[in-house]
C-alpha cells in the first residue's frame, strides 16, 4: 500500500510537471499596466543582481520566480540585442501579457547593424492567441531569430507606418529604470538592471560567446543623432484590440496597437537634443542645464535620473569608478582566455582585417576578436580620467557640489587608489605557460597595446612589450599586423572601423598621475596663500 502510495505521487508529480512545461501562453490583459512595468522592472533588477552569468543560467537562477514552470525552456542562449527582447517576452508569457516584436527592418547602406542612415520598421509580428493559448518557448525562439541591433537603429522622432518596438524616455526619475535598454549604435546592447540613488546606471550586457557582464553606463556607449535612435531607450506601450473573451478569461484573436510617441508621457528627444534650443536636433550641439548649470551630457544623466544630485565626493567616485573598471577588465580576462582554450591563436592569421573590425561575416572573429570589447573599455578610463579631472578642478575652485569633508584629498584619493588597484590584479598564463601578474597600473599603463587580434599570442593580447614580450613566438608576419594595428587600438568612437581608420594619439587614461600631480586649491577670498 505504502508502495502504491508512492507511485501515485511521483506520477502526480510528473504530471504536474509535464503540464507545468506544456501551459500556454494565455493573453489575460489587453495592455501592460504600470504595475505590470513596474514587476517587469522588479523582475529585471532580480536577475541582474545575481551573478549569472549567461541567459542560461540567468532563467536557472533561484533569482527567476518562474523557472519551475519551463525547465527545457531555459536551455537557451543570447546575445546583446537578443537578451532585452528574451526577457521582455518571457515576462510576458509568463504574467498573461500582450506582446509584439518588429520581425524586419529595411535600410540602406549594407549591413543593417551600421547603416549610415536609420532602419525603418517594415514588419511586425503580434503574439496573438487564436484559442487553446499561445506556444511560448517556439513564440519566444521564433522571435529571437528575427531581432538583432539593426533593430534597434531606428529614427527616435519616427513616426513611421508600422512603429518601433521603443521609444526615448525622458532623463528623469522613473524614467530609466531595471528594463531601459541602451543601444550603442556600434552594434551593442544592453539592459540597465540597478539605477542607484546618484544616478548610477548599472547594465548587463550579453556577448557572442553568450556570457553575461556588468557594467555602469558612461561614455563607453557614445552619444547618438537621434535619426539613428541610439542611447536609452523604453518600450513602447501597446494594447490588444477587437479581442473577445474565452470561457476562462483569456483573450482570444484582436490585434497590437502601438502608443504613439506624441502621446507616451514621457516620450522626450533631450538625450540627443539637449536641454536648450536646437532646431537642427545636431546633437554635436545639444547642450546641457539643469537648474541653470551647464553640464556634460553623461552628468547630465546621472543628475536628472537622480531627480538633482548634484554633490560628487571624489574619494567615492574613484573607490566606485574602479571597481567598475576591475570588474571589466576581468570579464576581458575571461573572454581572452576562450580564444586560447579553443586554439584560435594557433591558427593561420586572416590575410587582411574585416572591412569593419567591430563586425565581420568570419564566425571565429566575430566569436573571439575583441575589439568593441576593448574601445569601450579605452573609453571608461579616458571618462574616468576626465571626470576626476573636472572634479579636482571643481574642488580647487571650492565648488559646493564636491561633497568631500576631509583635510587632505589628495592622500585620500591616493589612499583610494592604491586600496583599489591592490585588490584589482590579473595573472595570465604566457606562451611558455608561466604565470604573469598584471597590475591595475600595468593594464593602465599598456591599455593601448591591449591586443584585440584573436589570432595573435598571449603576450600581446595583454600589450607585453619588453622582456615580458620575449617569451611570444609570433612570426614577423603576425608582429607586422600587431604594429599595423596600433591606431585601430587608440580608436575611442568606433566611427570607422576600418583597417585603415584609428587615430595616432591616444587621450589621457593615467588617473595615479592626475591626482600626484593635484594642485593646491584656490584660497578663500581675502585669504593670503601663505595662509591658507
Same mark, same amino acid.
Given at each position: 500500500?505504502? =508502495?502504491?502510495?508512492?507511485?501515485?505521487?511521483?506520477?502526480?508529480?510528473?504530471?504536474?510537471?509535464?503540464?507545468?512545461?506544456?501551459?500556454?501562453?494565455?493573453?489575460?490583459?489587453? =495592455?501592460?499596466?504600470?504595475?505590470?512595468?513596474?514587476?517587469?522592472?522588479?523582475?529585471?533588477?532580480?536577475?541582474?543582481?545575481?551573478?549569472?552569468?549567461?541567459?542560461?543560467?540567468?532563467?536557472?537562477?533561484?533569482?527567476?520566480?518562474?523557472?519551475?514552470?519551463?525547465? /527545457?525552456?531555459?536551455?537557451?542562449?543570447?546575445?546583446?540585442?537578443?537578451?532585452?527582447?528574451?526577457?521582455?517576452?518571457?515576462?510576458?508569457?509568463?504574467?498573461?501579457?500582450?506582446?509584439?516584436?518588429?520581425?524586419?527592418?529595411?535600410?540602406?547602406?549594407?549591413?543593417? =547593424?551600421?547603416?549610415?542612415?536609420?532602419?525603418?520598421?517594415?514588419?511586425? &509580428?503580434?503574439?496573438?492567441?487564436?484559442?487553446?493559448?499561445? /506556444?511560448?518557448?517556439?513564440?519566444?525562439?521564433?522571435?529571437?531569430?528575427?531581432?538583432?541591433?539593426?533593430?534597434?537603429?531606428?529614427?527616435? $522622432?519616427?513616426?513611421?507606418?508600422?512603429?518601433?518596438?521603443?521609444?526615448?524616455?525622458?532623463?528623469?526619475?522613473?524614467?530609466?529604470?531595471?528594463?531601459?535598454?541602451?543601444?550603442?549604435? /556600434?552594434?551593442?546592447?544592453?539592459?540597465?538592471?540597478?539605477?542607484?540613488? &546618484?544616478?548610477?546606471?548599472?547594465?548587463?550586457?550579453?556577448?557572442?560567446?553568450?556570457?553575461?557582464?556588468?557594467?555602469?553606463?558612461?561614455?563607453?556607449?557614445?552619444?547618438?543623432?537621434?535619426?539613428?535612435?541610439?542611447?536609452?531607450?523604453?518600450?513602447?506601450?501597446?494594447?490588444?484590440? %477587437?479581442?473577445?473573451?474565452?470561457?476562462?478569461?483569456?483573450?482570444?484573436?484582436?490585434?497590437?496597437?502601438?502608443?504613439?510617441?506624441?502621446?507616451?508621457?514621457?516620450?522626450?528627444?533631450?538625450?540627443?537634443?539637449?536641454?536648450?534650443? /536646437?532646431?537642427?536636433?545636431?546633437?554635436?550641439?545639444? =547642450?546641457?542645464?539643469?537648474?541653470?548649470?551647464?553640464?556634460?551630457?553623461?552628468?547630465?544623466?546621472?543628475?536628472?535620473?537622480?531627480?538633482?544630485?548634484?554633490?560628487?565626493?571624489?574619494?567615492?567616485?574613484?573607490?566606485?569608478?574602479?571597481?567598475?573598471?576591475? *570588474?571589466?577588465?576581468?570579464?576581458?580576462?575571461?573572454?581572452?582566455?576562450?580564444?586560447?582554450?579553443?586554439?584560435?591563436?594557433?591558427?593561420?592569421?586572416?590575410?587582411?582585417?574585416?572591412?569593419?573590425?567591430? $563586425?565581420?561575416?568570419?564566425?571565429?572573429?566575430?566569436?573571439?576578436?575583441?575589439?568593441?570589447?576593448?574601445?569601450?573599455?579605452?573609453?571608461?578610463?579616458?571618462?574616468?580620467?576626465?571626470?576626476?579631472?573636472?572634479?579636482?578642478?571643481?574642488?580647487?575652485?571650492?565648488?559646493?557640489?564636491?561633497?568631500?569633508?576631509?583635510?587632505?584629498?589628495?592622500?585620500?584619493?591616493?589612499?583610494?587608489?592604491?586600496?583599489?588597484?591592490?585588490?584589482?590584479?590579473?595573472?595570465?598564463?604566457?606562451?611558455?605557460?608561466?604565470?604573469?601578474?598584471?597590475?591595475?597600473?600595468?593594464?593602465? *599603463?599598456?591599455?593601448?597595446?591591449?591586443?584585440?587580434?584573436?589570432?595573435?599570442?598571449?603576450?600581446?593580447?595583454? %600589450?607585453?612589450?619588453?622582456?615580458?614580450?620575449?617569451?611570444?613566438?609570433?612570426?614577423?608576419?603576425?608582429?607586422?599586423?600587431?604594429?599595423?594595428?596600433?591606431?585601430?587600438?587608440?580608436?575611442?568612437?568606433?566611427?570607422?572601423?576600418?583597417?585603415?581608420?584609428?587615430?595616432?594619439?591616444?587621450?589621457?587614461?593615467?588617473?595615479?598621475?592626475?591626482?600626484?600631480?593635484?594642485?593646491?586649491?584656490?584660497?578663500?577670498?581675502?585669504?593670503?596663500?601663505?595662509?591658507?
Amino acid at each position: 500500500m505504502r =508502495r502504491l502510495a508512492r507511485l501515485v505521487a511521483a506520477l502526480l508529480l510528473l504530471f504536474a510537471a509535464a503540464a507545468a512545461h506544456a501551459a500556454p501562453w494565455r493573453i489575460l490583459k489587453d =495592455r501592460w499596466s504600470e504595475a505590470d512595468e513596474q514587476g517587469f522592472s522588479d523582475f529585471v533588477k532580480t536577475i541582474g543582481s545575481t551573478n549569472c552569468s549567461s541567459s542560461e543560467s540567468c532563467l536557472r537562477n533561484p533569482a527567476n520566480p518562474y523557472r519551475d514552470t519551463d525547465e /527545457n525552456f531555459v536551455d537557451i542562449d543570447v546575445d546583446c540585442a537578443k537578451l532585452p527582447y528574451l526577457l521582455r517576452a518571457y515576462y510576458a508569457w509568463k504574467n498573461g501579457l500582450p506582446f509584439s516584436y518588429v520581425d524586419a527592418v529595411g535600410g540602406a547602406g549594407g549591413d543593417l =547593424r551600421f547603416t549610415e542612415h536609420a532602419n525603418r520598421a517594415v514588419s511586425r &509580428h503580434d503574439v496573438v492567441d487564436h484559442g487553446g493559448g499561445i /506556444n511560448g518557448p517556439a513564440t519566444i525562439r521564433a522571435m529571437l531569430g528575427s531581432v538583432f541591433s539593426g533593430t534597434y537603429r531606428t529614427d527616435a $522622432s519616427e513616426e513611421g507606418r508600422i512603429a518601433s518596438d521603443f521609444y526615448a524616455p525622458a532623463l528623469q526619475p522613473g524614467s530609466i529604470r531595471p528594463g531601459t535598454i541602451v543601444y550603442d549604435i /556600434n552594434g551593442h546592447v544592453g539592459l540597465i538592471y540597478k539605477v542607484d540613488s &546618484h544616478g548610477r546606471a548599472y547594465y548587463m550586457e550579453a556577448h557572442p560567446d553568450f556570457t553575461i557582464s556588468r557594467s555602469v553606463y558612461g561614455a563607453q556607449f557614445g552619444q547618438s543623432s537621434v535619426h539613428l535612435g541610439g542611447g536609452l531607450k523604453n518600450w513602447r506601450p501597446l494594447r490588444l484590440e %477587437g479581442v473577445r473573451q474565452s470561457g476562462d478569461g483569456a483573450l482570444v484573436g484582436g490585434r497590437i496597437v502601438f502608443t504613439r510617441n506624441a502621446d507616451i508621457p514621457d516620450f522626450s528627444l533631450v538625450q540627443y537634443v539637449g536641454t536648450e534650443p /536646437n532646431p537642427d536636433q545636431d546633437v554635436r550641439q545639444a =547642450r546641457f542645464f539643469y537648474d541653470g548649470l551647464e553640464l556634460g551630457f553623461y552628468e547630465y544623466v546621472r543628475v536628472a535620473v537622480s531627480g538633482g544630485r548634484m554633490d560628487y565626493n571624489p574619494v567615492y567616485e574613484v573607490k566606485a569608478t574602479m571597481r567598475t573598471l576591475c *570588474n571589466d577588465l576581468k570579464d576581458r580576462a575571461q573572454y581572452v582566455n576562450l580564444a586560447f582554450s579553443d586554439g584560435i591563436a594557433d591558427k593561420p592569421h586572416p590575410s587582411r582585417l574585416p572591412a569593419n573590425i567591430y $563586425s565581420s561575416d568570419s564566425p571565429e572573429w566575430e566569436s573571439y576578436a575583441t575589439p568593441a570589447r576593448d574601445a569601450r573599455l579605452r573609453v571608461a578610463f579616458a571618462q574616468f580620467y576626465s571626470d576626476l579631472s573636472d572634479m579636482i578642478e571643481l574642488w580647487r575652485q571650492r565648488d559646493p557640489r564636491i561633497a568631500y569633508d576631509g583635510y587632505d584629498l589628495k592622500a585620500d584619493l591616493e589612499k583610494a587608489y592604491m586600496k583599489q588597484a591592490a585588490v584589482c590584479s590579473l595573472t595570465y598564463l604566457n606562451s611558455d605557460k608561466q604565470p604573469v601578474a598584471l597590475s591595475f597600473d600595468d593594464i593602465t *599603463n599598456r591599455l593601448f597595446r591591449l591586443s584585440f587580434d584573436p589570432y595573435q599570442c598571449i603576450e600581446l593580447r595583454w %600589450g607585453a612589450d619588453g622582456s615580458e614580450r620575449e617569451t611570444c613566438h609570433d612570426s614577423r608576419d603576425r608582429l607586422r599586423w600587431y604594429d599595423d594595428e596600433q591606431t585601430l587600438r587608440n580608436e575611442m568612437d568606433r566611427a570607422d572601423g576600418s583597417p585603415h581608420g584609428g587615430s595616432d594619439a591616444p587621450p589621457p587614461v593615467d588617473v595615479k598621475s592626475l591626482i600626484d600631480g593635484m594642485g593646491a586649491r584656490t584660497p578663500f577670498q581675502g585669504m593670503s596663500a601663505v595662509g591658507r
